[in-house]
């Protein structure tokens, strides 16, 4: 019954290599978000979606791109992986509207080598 | 823009102690106001949020926020703490769009 869920958790990878996040939630959510917590575990958001349309895109590089089968779902795909990628992503969800609260997914580890 | 400030990035208290933890905000509208926590290998959960109304808001696990808008703040306090809360807990303001701007967050350490 897990509300945000992401796969994989943890992701080891080498410089250069495309890798993808999938993100999927069932709370009937219509929003989705992905935000990237650095080394020193500062948050911030890259992307959000609602009912598969880019809301929000804070200038991440165009290596980073999202995609939305649904509105249930948001992945993540990395093209051409630097070592400064290197984080936890984060998905999250909500309810457009003013200040609903955003659900988190649990993370996943991502290490370029 | 808006922006969060959290000060102490490490705050120490013994089991049993008060708990408070230091949230400004710099925000040119109304702004609203969430607290997560994070524990180790997980995902953030959320505590509280402040919306409108109650300038006290009551949040899971015992903890509880004051909003003031003179002191553009938001603490986080708990009562008496306990190992369990052991923790970091990030103060993340709300910005249009729904983008959370968060707090760069505070470790608490609860020793026995």
């Known amino acids: 019954d897990t509300a945000v869920s992401q796969t994989p958790k943890y992701l080891v990878t080498q410089m250069g290599n495309d890798k993808s996040i999938k993100c999927e939630q069932n709370?009937?959510?219509?929003?989705m978000y992905w935000y990237k917590q650095d080394s020193k575990k500062f948050l911030k958001i890259m992307f959000s979606?609602?009912?598969?349309?880019?809301?929000i895109n804070e200038t991440v590089p165009n290596r980073f791109s999202p995609k939305s089968p649904d509105k249930a779902h948001l992945n993540l795909h990395i093209n051409s992986l630097e070592l400064g990628d290197s984080a936890v992503y984060f998905c999250?969800?909500?309810?457009?509207?003013?200040?609903?609260?955003?659900?988190f997914g649990p993370g996943t580890r991502l290490t370029v080598t | 823009a808006q922006s969060v400030t959290q000060l102490g990035s490490h705050v120490s208290v013994s089991e049993g102690a008060l708990v408070l933890l230091r949230c400004n905000y710099s925000s040119s509208v109304p702004p609203y106001l969430f607290w997560y926590v994070q524990y180790p290998n997980q995902g953030l959960q959320l505590l509280l949020k402040?919306?409108?109304?109650?300038?006290l808001v009551k949040g899971i696990n015992g903890f509880e926020a004051e909003f003031k808008k003179s002191e553009t703040s938001f603490h986080l306090t708990k009562p008496s703490a306990h190992m369990s809360d052991a923790a970091e807990y990030f103060c993340a303001l709300m910005e249009y769009g729904n983008k959370l701007v968060f707090g760069a967050g505070t470790i608490l350490r609860v020793k026995s």
């Open positions: 999250a969800s909500s309810m457009t509207g003013v200040a609903y609260e955003q659900y």
């Open positions: 709370l009937g959510h219509d929003t």
């Open positions: 402040y919306t409108t109304g109650a300038t």
């Open positions: 979606y609602n009912n598969k349309e880019l809301i």
